[in-house]
């Protein structure tokens, strides 16, 4: 069987960053992206306010997704905005970027309503359902990707919820390693760890008519999610949702994948703790936590990719730096030197060693 290949094209930073064109999202283009275990620490604020957390009959749909069905004088709009902007801190400015990007995505942006100025404002939520997100972002450090549901990734707008991880920028570089392996639009290709499946989805629309992504995760709460993002985008008929951990819904496609992605757990117990508060204390345990180490899950993941995949296969798992990434090269390289070969470090975005990529002999 002919062998898979990458393209010539050098997987660095800078052919990732102009391979094509990235769908853009004017409101948020000059937010930071807080949710980086190497990000600075955001200065906590001593408060929490019991009245934050939603009620148990509040709205699940993400905000973005909501109709806009209420009206409110632009007056009313305005005052909360002060009032949102008065609970920021001096030391915490990115928080007013948050305030902005909450009001744009709760608000329905249209030739009419913008030229009506003195008329009411199309809101996707009642101002007080606004208020307890923004408290709950400012006063208990959840993230702003979970307050407003979603997360601008790749090119696509993903559907997030508590109990998922959020995608991460430098995870977007995975897709372009994909598109680079040679035949790969046709072949099966299984996402382990799927979460919110942004991999998914995004790989999913790469494939040609014989493509396929199976999707797996242990996380119930992650299925469903992705089930949201797979029917949004129109690709179920590309990928299949398993749940289970890992290889084990895989049994019936032993030997028959072109590839294998998976960004799974790889953070040292250790350093759980260091996180900032909005990842730490917020995003779950479950997809972050690599034990001591930060290789258990990797260990796994390259034991088990010789049963799946085919002679010629690929597979390409994240990192948590050059560190993990070089010692998982020398790993597999001498270990399982029988089964793969052509392993490697592939750069992220900031030229971070953050993917280990190779080939089934």
Request: proline share 9%; with cysteine.
């Amino acid at each position: 069987m002919a062998m898979l290949a990458l393209s010539s094209r050098p997987l660095t930073s800078s052919a990732f960053l102009h391979s094509r064109p990235r769908a853009l999202h004017l409101h948020r283009l000059l937010l930071p992206k807080p949710l980086s275990s190497a990000s600075p620490l955001t200065p906590p604020i001593p408060r929490v306010d019991p009245t934050s957390t939603p009620p148990p009959d509040a709205d699940p749909t993400p905000l973005f997704l909501r109709p806009a069905s209420h009206r409110v004088p632009p007056a009313a709009l305005a005052a909360f905005c002060r009032r949102a902007a008065a609970l920021v801190p001096p030391s915490a400015p990115h928080l007013h970027r948050h305030l902005c990007w909450l009001v744009a995505d709760a608000t329905a942006t249209t030739s009419s309503s913008s030229a009506a100025s003195d008329g009411p404002v199309l809101l996707r939520a009642p101002l007080e359902d606004l208020e307890a997100l923004w408290l709950r972002h400012v006063w208990e450090r959840t993230p702003f990707q979970y307050v407003v549901g979603n997360e601008h990734w790749w090119d696509l707008v993903v559907t997030v919820a508590e109990g998922v991880l959020i995608p991460r920028p430098e995870t977007e570089a995975v897709v372009d390693v994909v598109r680079a392996v040679e035949g790969f639009a046709d072949g099966w290709w299984a996402d382990l760890g799927t979460g919110s499946g942004a991999i998914a989805v995004a790989v999913a629309r790469e494939l040609g008519a014989g493509g396929r992504v199976f999707a797996t995760d242990v996380s119930e709460v992650a299925i469903d999610v992705a089930r949201l993002n797979v029917h949004r985008y129109g690709v179920q008929d590309k990928v299949e949702r398993r749940h289970g951990s890992w290889f084990e819904p895989l049994e019936d496609l032993k030997g028959k994948l072109m590839g294998v992605i998976s960004n799974p757990p790889y953070i040292p117990t250790d350093d759980l703790p260091g996180l900032q508060p909005e990842v730490g204390w917020h995003e779950p345990k479950l997809v972050l936590d690599g034990d001591k180490d930060g290789l258990e899950h990797l260990f796994h993941l390259c034991e088990g990719l010789s049963s799946v995949l085919k002679p010629g296969g690929f597979f390409v798992f994240e990192t948590n730096g050059d560190k993990q990434s070089e010692f998982l090269v020398d790993l597999i390289s001498t270990k399982w030197s029988s089964s793969f070969h052509n392993v490697k470090t592939v750069l992220d975005f900031a030229e971070i060693k953050r993917f280990v990529t190779g080939y089934r002999r």
